[in-house]
């Protein structure tokens, strides 16, 4: 069961997820009960992943705007698998390094109303997106996947890993009144207004946390989404546990002791093609 974490902002000029919703749009069906009119763009940020996409595009529901994937100077066929898979996708050059650059330049290519983020590792199931755009479109800002949370889980996480997250989902908890159940997990959805609220200036894999505090800082309404975290297909994970686990410490610290920024930083690191 999901559950929502922090109340919605109550400024009169807030806006719901209903007015972000076009008048004449076209509604695209999602399930027999659910139709939805803003358009939906899922960003994959990927690095020497061509065996791996086959398995997480095949995930991914025929009803979404657009792919926009991020390749990170991959030296295997990524790029042209992911065109062979789906010859409208939208490829983002990334210029820089780390995952959060590669997400950063994804979100500035978006053209959808609501935004998607999933790894290219084939360990997230694409299937859950509508999940995670039912929340949005029943009043959420910021749809949160949660490996933790009553209905998720992991096939991945070592028990390092895990007493990791816990004690850094525990600090932020206290530190910035959040009720999180996972910290360190990529599988997320937000609406695009969001990214003018929590101006992201990070490179590397902290970003995630980095997102989960600032939507919190912000007032922003967050909700938790059960999710299932599977093995990586093919190929090793970059991710350190103690390396990265530092990285996030230094994050929390850091957001601890700034006040929300006011101007969005420039979001554009990558190249379209």
């Known amino acids: 069961m999901s ?32 139709a939805i009119a803003p358009p939906v763009s899922v960003v994959i940020p990927a690095m020497n992943e061509a065996e ?33 898979l789906r010859p409208d ?15 950063i330049s994804g979100f500035a290519a978006c053209t959808g109303e609501i935004i998607v983020m999933i790894d290219a590792d084939g ?7 509508v999940s995670y755009v039912s929340a949005l479109v029943g009043g959420a800002d910021f749809a949160k996947g949660s490996r933790f949370a009553n209905g998720g889980g992991t096939d991945d996480m070592t028990p390092i890993r895990k007493l990791g997250n816990r004690v850094l ?33 990070c490179a590397g894999f902290e970003v995630e946390t980095l997102m989960n505090i600032r939507v919190v800082k912000a007032g922003l309404r967050v909700q938790e989404i059960p999710s299932h975290e599977y093995n990586r297909i093919h190929g090793v994970s970059n991710l350190r546990a103690v390396r990265d686990g530092i ?16 101007v969005r930083p420039a979001m554009i690191t990558g190249e379209v093609s």
């Open 247 to 262: 990285r996030v410490l230094k994050v929390i610290l850091r957001e601890r002791g700034t006040r929300k920024r006011a």
């Open 123 to 129: 360990s997230a199931d694409g299937g859950e997106i």
């Open 3 to 34: 559950s929502f974490l922090r109340p919605a902002k109550t400024e009169p000029n807030t806006k719901t997820a209903a007015a972000r919703i076009p008048a004449q749009a076209q509604y695209r069906p999602v399930s027999s009960h659910l």
């Open 169 to 201: 989902t525990t600090l932020v908890n206290t530190k910035f009144g959040a009720r999180y159940t996972d910290l360190c997990y990529g599988y997320n959805a937000f609406w695009r207004h969001c990214l003018d609220e929590i101006a992201l200036d």
């Open 52 to 84: 791996n996409l086959p398995y997480v595009f095949k995930t991914l529901p025929d009803w979404i705007h657009e792919v926009v994937l991020v390749d990170g100077n991959s030296t295997d066929d990524t790029v042209q698998v992911a065109r062979d």
């Open 89 to 103: 996708v939208t490829v983002v050059k990334q210029r820089g390094k780390g995952k959060g650059d590669a997400l």
